[in-house]
């Protein structure tokens, strides 16, 4: 009897430490949306205090001044391209990694799933941007996004593809396909989920990207909704209110996307992780 109330004693104290944790985390978040609806003189504190006067129309303030609609289109097009790219790359790739195991492939995948964890140089990226004139040009932050979501595709796919029976690929061969055709009409199909997957993970990620989009756009007009906070912070004042109200816009299609898509990625990792 002791040692069951000393088990529940320790299961409690671990879910109050978790409670506690869970809401220190929170903190920022709380901070970002009450300060979002007060007025500027009041969000100057920044404190978690409700505001005495809640003003909504910060957000509309944002909308027109931080020109949120433009850079939100631009967000949209950068994700959304660099998306595309870096899932039907990967998916090719990981298909060619994981049917072709030879110590040639198997040290070229190793290489490229390498690219998840080593840092970004970007002292040499600046260069070879400006070598390439990509640098300051949509073509170019496309290409850098989808650059830095293949690594991370092509690990996630690649377990996916080693689940599909090398008997499909016969029975196709002989039947007549060609590598092309029996990729997209054969193999494409049966990684839906997977590349449902890697997909929503990527879109997340250049979203969220920040540093990237700051070295390499030097126009305000290129910037994407990340970057937009910069237009409320001046040489003297910033105006708090509005940076909050910009930085709660910014996270709301990731937050409302990654609610919608959530099943896939959980569903989509966990039986991705059961080989490769």
């Given at each position: 009897?002791?040692?069951?109330?000393?088990?529940?004693?320790?299961?409690?104290?671990?879910?109050?430490?978790?409670?506690?944790?869970s809401l220190i985390?929170?903190?920022?978040?709380?901070?970002?949306?009450?300060?979002?609806?007060?007025?500027?003189?009041?969000?100057?504190?920044?404190?978690?205090?409700?505001?005495?006067?809640?003003?909504?129309?910060?957000?509309?303030?944002?909308?027109?001044?931080?020109?949120?609609?433009?850079?939100?289109?631009?967000?949209?097009?950068?994700?959304?391209?660099?998306?595309?790219?870096?899932?039907?790359?990967?998916?090719?790739?990981?298909?060619?990694?994981?049917?072709?195991?030879?110590?040639?492939?198997?040290?070229?995948?190793?290489?490229?799933?390498?690219?998840?964890?080593?840092?970004?140089?970007?002292?040499?990226?600046?260069?070879?941007?400006?070598?390439?004139?990509?640098?300051?040009?949509?073509?170019?932050?496309?290409?850098?996004?989808?650059?830095?979501?293949?690594?991370?595709?092509?690990?996630?796919?690649?377990?996916?593809?080693?689940?599909?029976?090398?008997?499909?690929?016969?029975?196709?061969?002989?039947?007549?396909?060609?590598?092309?055709?029996?990729?997209?009409?054969?193999?494409?199909?049966?990684?839906?989920?997977?590349?449902?997957?890697?997909?929503?993970?990527?879109?997340?990620?250049?979203?969220?990207?920040?540093?990237?989009?700051?070295?390499?756009?030097?126009?305000?007009?290129?910037?994407?909704?990340?970057?937009?906070?910069?237009?409320?912070?001046?040489?003297?004042?910033?105006?708090?209110?509005l940076i909050c109200?910009?930085?709660?816009?910014?996270?709301?299609?990731?937050?409302?996307?990654?609610?919608?898509?959530?099943?896939?990625?959980?569903?989509?990792?966990?039986?991705?992780?059961?080989?490769?």
């Amino acid at each position: 009897m002791n040692g069951k109330k000393k088990k529940t004693a320790v299961n409690v104290l671990k879910n109050v430490l978790a409670w506690m944790v869970s809401l220190i985390m929170l903190i920022p978040l709380v901070l970002i949306v009450v300060n979002a609806f007060k007025p500027d003189a009041e969000a100057l504190t920044l404190t978690l205090s409700l505001p005495e006067t809640w003003t909504f129309s910060n957000f509309a303030t944002v909308i027109e001044k931080g020109k949120l609609i433009r850079s939100f289109l631009n967000s949209l097009l950068y994700a959304g391209c660099a998306t595309v790219i870096a899932v039907v790359l990967g998916s090719m790739a990981a298909y060619i990694f994981s049917r072709r195991r030879d110590r040639f492939n198997n040290s070229v995948y190793m290489y490229m799933v390498l690219g998840i964890v080593i840092p970004i140089n970007y002292v040499a990226l600046m260069k070879v941007m400006q070598v390439t004139h990509l640098n300051n040009s949509v073509p170019g932050i496309i290409l850098l996004y989808a650059a830095t979501q293949l690594p991370f595709t092509v690990f996630l796919i690649y377990g996916f593809v080693s689940k599909v029976p090398t008997d499909l690929d016969e029975a196709a061969v002989i039947d007549g396909c060609g590598p092309v055709r029996l990729y997209f009409n054969i193999i494409l199909p049966m990684l839906r989920s997977s590349m449902v997957t890697a997909a929503v993970l990527c879109f997340l990620n250049t979203w969220n990207e920040f540093v990237m989009p700051l070295y390499f756009l030097n126009s305000s007009e290129k910037w994407p909704m990340t970057l937009a906070v910069y237009n409320f912070f001046g040489q003297y004042e910033k105006s708090w209110n509005l940076i909050c109200a910009d930085i709660l816009l910014t996270c709301l299609p990731v937050i409302i996307m990654y609610l919608v898509c959530q099943k896939y990625i959980v569903g989509g990792q966990t039986a991705g992780a059961v080989k490769g």
